[in-house]
């Protein structure tokens, strides 16, 4: 497996853990969900620490991703989104601005990818425009 599919599978799986919180509201069994999810699908250890870094970094920084969500995304509130797209954008945001070893371009262009596979008919062209609008915001 490619680093980049191996990279994009754990992005994948921690959009579908962060889901899987959001829905059910179990934010402190957080880590029952991560082994189950890991264990279930026998994920090698270095794509486990960095599915953990991902679902952790983005739960622990959850309200000022959503208030930077919301503030860029004017038209919809956050709770209007949805589900996917919501933690997708979550996740994206997370990896851009509070994980720097990955560029912002290559996070932006990831969650487009999985947005067209666990999204919506318009999530790509929805999560595009509210994270190139914040992306361009955080480098001014």
């Known amino acids: 497996m490619s680093k980049i599919m191996g990279r994009r599978k754990a992005r994948e799986t921690a959009l579908q853990i962060l889901y899987q919180i959001d829905i059910t509201g179990e ?39 959503d208030a930077k969500l919301a503030s860029t995304s004017h038209e919809w509130a956050l709770d209007r989104m949805g589900n ?3 933690n997708l954008m979550r996740l994206a945001v997370y990896e851009m601005l509070y994980s720097p070893g990955t560029p912002q371009r290559v996070t932006l262009n990831e969650a487009i990818e999985i947005a067209k596979r666990f999204g919506g008919d318009d999530s790509a062209k929805f999560i595009n425009g ?11």
């Open 84 to 86: 996917v797209d919501r």
């Open 27 to 65: 934010t402190d069994k957080r880590e029952q969900v991560l082994q189950h999810w890991i264990q279930e699908f026998a994920v090698p250890d270095k794509t486990a620490d960095f599915i953990r870094e991902l679902v952790e970094g983005t739960l622990q920084n959850k309200a000022d991703i």
């Open 130 to 140: 509210i994270l190139d609008k914040l992306m361009d915001e955080s480098e001014k």
